[in-house]
């Protein structure tokens, strides 16, 4: 094959790849776009209903879940998808709704509850690596606040106490913890997870 033609097949290929990270990076930007609506939507919803019945007889919550791990979770549907309640990090400007079971599915939208409950002090709640989801938690700090109101309406407010990353074949270390809440998610590479610890103040 004579280097002319070797020089346009690797110029064909080269044209390809960039025009398929172009499309890949297309549909990554579309994919966070649509999360981050979802999120406001689902996050308004939730705290209206809350407040919209905690004036009346009515109970906040539509339904009471069981989990895999046996734990009982109250819950608020919004648009037919059960929610545990909404998660706030002040420092990055941020207050989204967590689902109330994971799926691949489910994460496209919000965050959801990996395992555990609020009751025991076992809460674990993982979220893709979107912008506007839980990219930015690996810049928070020691001391930072991180709130969570449930069904009821309680505000539940928790200090970080460390920020750890973590290979992702170390899920038994994510999930079973001393600590009353962990939020995890993806590295940009996937190639680790960034866990963030904290402790209820309140």
Partial sequence: ???KKIGTIAIVIGVIAIVTSSVLLMRSISEENTAIRHAEH?????IDKIVNTSSSEQTPHD????????????????????YMGVL????????????AAWSYEALKS?????SGS?????????AHNYRGHFREIQSLETGDIVTLTDTQGTEHIYQVVSI?????????????????????????EGQARVVVRTMRVQ
């Fill in 1 to 3: 094959m004579s280097s």
């Fill in 110 to 114: 919000t965050p959801c509850r990996f």
């Fill in 118 to 126: 609020i009751e025991n002090n076992t809460l674990v709640i993982m």
């Fill in 42 to 46: 689902a996050a308004e919803a939730f």
């Fill in 63 to 82: 339904d009471v879940i069981v989990s895999e791990d046996g734990e009982e979770i109250n819950i608020i549907l919004i648009d037919d998808t059960a």
């Fill in 164 to 188: 750890e990353t973590m290979p992702p074949t170390e899920a038994n270390n994510v999930k079973h913890s001393n600590y009353d809440l962990t939020l995890f998610t993806c590295t940009n």
């Fill in 88 to 99: 706030t990090i002040p420092t990055l400007n941020l207050s989204l709704p967590v689902n």
